[in-house]
């Protein structure tokens, strides 16, 4: 029987997170059972702060109703390296059981999720909340998060897009997403940009410079780009690059790597057109939850509490066909997200 659960989140903060939270202690307070919030991911449970409250703390339901519908956590999140470590988190588990938590729920992304499924291996029942805003989880449809990061990059392209137009201007903007381009491809096509660059496709800036000019001709000089961040992973003619920039730009060395600013920069040399960037940054991050993700954290953590109570864990909560769904954090973590290619294909050359 499941009388006190923590929850923590971990890696990046992402929109919703407060108001998974805020959903997982309505539940456990329907059920009768406490809830200890768990500061800055897996570093609260290595009991490294000299006030014990800085790290566990009971959440009473009257003070977080009121951060339902902030952005970021309340929790705070970090990154916590030595939690790779087995010793490590064997203490983690130790320390959680003095303080009588039966169990835990995680809302972060996949390296947040192997953290859970270890200590699920240590006897510490867990559940996984998919909390980034990269949707880079194959096995659900959406990350809590993806879709409020998504808006706001679209109204920011959209704005980019009402001034490039006005000045006959070019844009690259980039956006955030990690190793995914799910973020870039949604942007491109809600704001119609003529370009996408991604980490998972080969680029050259050859061939960016000759679409750019190739719609020139057609009387468009106002096109966008939307690059999606490590998409420089990828890039052809990193060397060729990196020579003729440094004509134009001293602190371009044999490490450097090509991103919005550099990009833009070298579109303009190539064709003589003006060409700004823009990078969304932290914007994407840290917006209020759309409705969309707002209604997801609700259903999830919710989920999240009632397989717990019910003895059910290792378990990842997901979407599929639009519904909330579970199954085991290690079967998720294999599934291979799926890459539209023919999208990226019509964005490019439509
Ligand atoms: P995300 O959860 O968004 O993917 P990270 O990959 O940065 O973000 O992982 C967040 C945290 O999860 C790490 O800082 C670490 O504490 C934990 N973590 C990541 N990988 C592992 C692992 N292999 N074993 C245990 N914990 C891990
Ligand atoms: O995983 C979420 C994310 O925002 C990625 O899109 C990005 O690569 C990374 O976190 C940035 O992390 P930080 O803010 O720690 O630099």
Redesign the pocket.
């Known amino acids: 029987m499941i009388r006190k659960i923590g929850i923590l989140t971990s890696?990046?903060d992402s929109p919703g997170m407060n108001a998974a939270i805020v959903s997982v202690a309505r539940c456990a307070a329907a059920h009768g059972i406490q809830l200890m919030g768990i500061k800055r991911g897996y570093n609260g449970l290595l009991g490294l702060s000299d006030n014990p409250m800085d790290d566990i703390t009971a959440l009473d339901i009257e003070t977080i109703l009121n951060i339902a519908d902030m952005g970021g956590t309340f929790l705070r999140t970090a990154r916590c390296t030595a939690f790779k470590e087995a010793d490590v988190r064997r203490e983690a588990v130790k320390h959680l059981r003095e303080l009588g938590i039966d169990a835990l729920v995680v809302i972060g992304?996949d390296g947040s999720f192997t953290g859970a499924m270890r200590l699920c291996e240590l006897g510490m029942p867990c559940v996984g909340i998919p909390g980034?805003?990269?949707n880079d989880l194959g096995y659900t449809e959406m990350t809590l998060g993806f879709d409020t990061c998504v808006n706001v990059c679209v109204d920011a392209v959209r704005s980019i897009r009402a001034t490039s137009r006005s000045h006959d201007r070019r844009g690259v903007v980039q956006v955030?997403?990690?190793y995914c381009g799910d973020v870039a491809m949604q942007t491109a096509m809600a704001t119609g940009a003529e370009m996408v660059i991604v980490p998972e496709m080969e680029w050259s800036v050859e061939e960016i410079s000759n679409r750019f000019q190739e719609l020139s001709k057609q009387g468009n000089y106002r096109a966008t780009c939307i690059i999606s961040?490590h998409c420089w992973d990828n890039m052809k003619e990193i060397d060729t690059w990196r020579d003729y920039m440094h004509q134009y730009d001293p602190d371009i060395h044999e490490h450097s790597k090509i991103n919005a600013e550099r990009l833009a920069s070298m579109i303009q040399h190539m064709s003589g057109c003006e060409t700004r960037a823009t990078v969304v940054g932290y914007t994407q991050?840290g917006a209020l939850p759309t409705a969309k993700d707002s209604a997801f954290a609700f259903e999830a953590g919710h989920l999240a509490v009632q397989l717990l109570n019910r003895g059910i864990t290792n378990q990842a909560i997901g979407i599929r066909h639009g519904r909330v769904f579970h199954m085991p954090i290690g079967d998720a973590l294999m599934m291979k997200k799926h890459f539209d290619r023919e999208m990226y294909e019509l964005i490019n050359h439509l």
Do not use: N, Q, S
Request: hydrophobic share 20%; proline share 0%; net charge neutral.
């Open positions: 890696g990046g992304g980034t805003v990269d955030m997403g990690r961040e991050r």
